[in-house]
């Protein structure tokens, strides 16, 4: 058995419930909803078996190459999603989340699976910590920009008074702002504890906490965003269109240091997403 044996499964009941999710805001009924969720969840189940088929036989986290890397991105963004439903009050976000993890379990089918001989020491609790509480991090982020654009398209159908299309279909401004701060704090949070235990790791790996490595200074631009974010919704009252745009811009740094930045400029973390 190979892991396109339970990912192709994964990938299709994930296209499922993507169509679910598009139908249920469509035509707002809640039986679309229940079938797009009931998908995720199944293909959640398929996804989980394939991280523990590949974590079975490599006795480590599966991000050694860029098709490891990404399907386990998208495990975790799969998880946290089916998590934060059973409290999050923003049903339509599906529509955001779920299609990127179909894109990005289709991405990882279609990369090859190259067997890497890492430099790179695995067995390290610090070196866990990391990746989860990153990819964790990255989850959360991910949604807060989802939430973000979303805010976005309601603010501006409110505004124009034209389309009651997307009035009538999305949740309140108050609702999806609060949210996305909500995804923010969780995020940054998580993000935060993972850059520390990344440091510690360096340090065991390599020898040195900080090496100005290219991941690293854009991990660090990363995070300064959104510390600059929360810090001026603190601080000034920051809300609204200039936080969900900020909310934004910050996810599109995180995606360029996630791939562009190991692809691109090299370093140390170039060995996670060799293909």
């Known amino acids: 058995m190979t892991t396109n044996t339970l990912l192709i499964p994964a990938l299709m009941l994930y296209l499922a419930g993507s169509a679910g999710y598009v139908l249920f805001f469509l035509v707002q009924k809640e039986s679309w909803y229940r079938a797009g969720f009931i998908s995720v969840l199944a293909g959640f189940l398929f996804h989980t078996c394939a991280i523990g088929y590949k974590y079975a036989h490599g006795g480590r986290l599966p991000v050694a190459n860029l098709h490891e890397t990404i399907l386990f991105a998208a495990w975790i963004l799969a998880g946290f999603f089916i998590l934060i439903r059973y409290r999050g009050r923003v049903k339509i976000l599906g529509v955001f989340a779920v299609p990127l993890v179909a894109l990005m379990t289709g991405a990882a089918i279609l990369l090859p699976d190259t067997i890497v001989n890492l430099k790179t020491p695995f067995n390290s609790i610090w070196l866990f910590i990391h990746i989860i509480l990153i990819f964790t991090g990255e989850a959360a982020l991910a949604l807060a920009c989802g939430t973000a654009i979303l805010y976005l398209i309601q603010e501006r159908a409110i505004k124009t008074k034209s389309n009651r299309f997307f009035f009538k279909r999305l949740p309140s401004l108050e609702m999806l702002d609060s949210t996305g701060y909500a995804f923010i704090v969780g995020g940054f949070t998580a993000l935060t504890i993972g850059l520390i235990s ?78």
């Open 198 to 275: 990344g440091f510690v790791y360096a340090r065991q790996a390599w020898g040195h906490f900080w090496s100005w490595d290219p991941k690293e200074v854009w991990s660090g631009i990363s995070w300064l965003i959104y510390a600059a974010l929360l810090h001026e919704r603190i601080v000034a009252g920051w809300r609204g269109r200039r936080a969900a745009i900020l909310a934004i811009a910050g996810f599109i740094i995180l995606v360029f240091t996630f791939l562009g930045v190991s692809l691109f400029l090299g370093g140390h973390h170039y060995e996670f997403t060799r293909w």
